[in-house]
């Protein structure tokens, strides 16, 4: 159980095109879902939490018109790249945090989308 | 703000136990995480512990938890070459973020050799 999905797994775009990632939790409803962004040899870095019917809520820094998040059901977030630029080019990993679950501090994480923007 | 430190880099030799290390700044974190992630993939969560308790045991894994020092630590044992992979320590509940913010460490490689 506890399995989140995304697509696309990999995807290479033109500098200048937007680029939409779906995050889906396929066993469980998650009224959460999280964005982080991976640089090479880093930490993962949250960009922003995404909620169920309502906005997202960013973090400190992150462009919020650049990175658009939409949560429109319990097992779907989207993130999409708007206008994106070779400094795009990251891991981004979201996770879902079960709504069932007598844990709510934990998080189920997706196996990532590399993008690389040229 | 909240900081959790890991070393970037352990080798170990199979079959040997590893001992992975972090500390964190927050004192008031409430959850502590080990995360592995293998080359390409996402994250799974290996185990957890409470601040309020010292050790937990998972067939092969222990985390020890000295909330004094703010020192958490993973030990392998009888580690495996499909051990391979960065580990994260992670850290929520503390002061800032909450329960919904995880803050991770830059991960800790380990490479197991024969």
């Known amino acids: 159980g506890a399995v989140v999905s995304q697509h696309p797994s990999r995807v290479i775009c033109k500098s200048g095109t937007s680029v939409k990632i779906e995050c889906r939790s396929l066993?469980?409803?998650?009224?959460?879902m999280f964005w982080y962004r991976q640089f090479p040899k880093k930490s993962l870095m949250l960009m922003a939490t995404?909620?169920?019917?309502?906005?997202?809520?960013?973090e400190q820094g992150v462009e919020k018109d650049k990175f658009l998040i939409n949560h429109a059901s319990l097992t779907l977030s989207t993130l999409t790249v708007t206008s994106a630029h070779p400094e795009d080019s990251s891991f981004y990993i979201c996770?879902?945090?079960?709504?069932?679950?007598?844990?709510?501090?934990?998080?189920?994480f997706g196996p990532g989308t590399r993008l690389l923007v040229l | 703000g909240e900081d959790v430190e890991q070393s970037l880099f352990l080798s170990v030799r199979e079959g040997d136990s590893s001992v992975i290390n972090c500390t964190y700044t927050?004192?008031?974190?409430?959850?502590l995480y080990w995360y592995k992630q293998e080359p390409g993939a996402g994250l799974q969560l290996l185990t957890y512990?409470?601040?309020?308790?010292d050790m937990k045991q998972d067939q092969r894994l222990t985390v020890l938890l000295n909330k004094k020092d703010k020192h958490l630590s993973l030990r392998i044992a009888d580690t495996q070459t499909g051990d391979s992979a960065i580990y994260f320590c992670?850290?929520?509940?503390?002061?800032?973020?909450?329960?919904?913010?995880?803050?991770f460490g830059a991960g800790t490689r380990l490479a197991v050799h024969p």
């Open positions: 992670a850290e929520s509940g503390g002061a800032s973020g909450g329960y919904n913010k995880l803050i």
């Open positions: 927050d004192s008031s974190s409430t959850y």
């Open positions: 996770s879902a945090r079960d709504r069932a679950s007598g844990l709510q501090e934990t998080q189920y």
């Open positions: 512990i409470f601040s309020n308790m």
């Open positions: 066993d469980f409803q998650a009224t959460t």
């Open positions: 995404s909620n169920e019917g309502s906005k997202a809520t960013y």
